[in-house]
């Protein structure tokens, strides 16, 4: 009888560390970053530049940008403790309008607020404002501010 319990509890045991094995390898690779991210987002279907690929590993890791210079909570300020694999928001959940805010001499006069409200806008500024940074403080062109290098060609 003995001998029929261990056997048992040894194969429940067996059992449960296999499926948390397999959970947690599931839970891993869905928060895995991947290492560079098409940036396509709904509402640019008809967009004459293509779309960036963003090479989230060499951002990461060769150019030492932290989470939180890119992403950031609804006041603008930085994602600080974040790390590599946590769940974050798409830009577009908040910047819900697509594309860039409106030009023009009939176009509304908008606040910096209400022009970040725009997708594209908010991505602009984000990584534009990054990449002169980067360039000045290094007094180098290394990093791209122009559409053409950053946008592939359709």
Known sequence: MEFMRVKSLLLVMSVVAIATLFLSASIFAGTTVPDVIKMETKGYEKHEKGAVSFSHK???????AGCGDCHHDAKGKPLANLKAGDKVQSCIECHKKPGEKPKGKDAPKLSKKEALEYHAEALHDNCQDCHKAFNKKNNSKAAPTTCAKCHAKK
């Open 58 to 64: 060499k951002h990461s890791e060769e150019y030492k």
